[in-house]
């Protein structure tokens, strides 16, 4: 069983940026692909990126451009820098990690707020 603790989540202004972290307790290597999802009052959760093992990386339409996902290896982390976040960013992000043949993990969340 993987264990995800998410960080940095946070209030910020408009046009500001957060850099959100994902600690694993096993190594990345281990995890077929690492994801970030968003999940916004009363909506349903979403994919906003994804990075593989092999450092191939995907983002949502609507974070293209403006976010990042990355993975530190050594520290068994990926993180997720926001940045131009608008008001339409504020969600509860969490973390999720999945290996071929199991179901994926998810960490408890961290939550964004983007407000003037």
């Known amino acids: 069983q993987v264990h995800l603790v998410e960080s940095g989540g946070g209030s910020v202004q408009p046009g500001g940026s957060l850099r959100l972290s994902c600690a694993a307790s096993?190594?990345?290597?281990?995890?077929?692909?690492m994801s970030w999802y968003r999940q916004a009052p009363g909506k349903q959760r979403e994919v906003v990126a994804t990075?593989?093992?092999?450092?191939?990386?995907t983002y949502a339409n609507s974070v293209k451009g403006r976010f990042a996902i990355s993975r530190d290896n050594a520290k068994n982390t990926v993180y997720l820098q926001m940045n131009s976040l608008k008001p339409e960013d504020t969600a509860v992000y969490f973390c999720?990690?999945?290996?071929?043949?199991?179901?994926?993990?998810w960490g408890q969340g961290t939550r964004v707020t983007v407000i003037s």
């Open positions: 999720n990690a999945w290996r071929q043949g199991e179901t994926g993990y």
């Open positions: 096993e190594t990345l290597f281990s995890i077929n692909v």
């Open positions: 990075i593989s093992n092999s450092d191939y990386t």
